[in-house]
């Protein structure tokens, strides 16, 4: 899983934050979104989907990587 986040597009809802704070932190200025973890591990990967999901200005998306059997 690959997270991008569009600081442009982002609103400072802070919702991604409360939802992966191990992923997500917001700068102190203005509480725009800053992307701290691009590949998160797998044990991460639903709290980020679920900040995909509540982002209100659809700022942050994935790009999901095939694994390797």
């Given amino acids: 899983m690959k997270v991008i986040v569009d600081q ?3 609103v400072a809802s802070g919702q ?3 939802t992966a ?4 932190d917001q ?3 203005d509480g725009i ?3 701290l973890a691009e590949n998160p591990p797998e044990g991460l990967a639903d709290d980020v989907r679920q ?5 209100p ?3 942050i998306w994935l790009e999901e ?4 059997e």
């Fill in 8 to 10: 442009n597009k982002c």
């Fill in 16 to 18: 991604c934050v409360l």
């Fill in 21 to 24: 704070p191990e992923v997500f």
């Fill in 27 to 29: 700068r102190e200025e």
């Fill in 33 to 35: 979104v800053v992307l």
């Fill in 51 to 55: 900040a995909v999901a509540l982002c």
């Fill in 57 to 59: 200005a659809q700022a």
């Fill in 65 to 68: 990587q095939e694994t390797k």
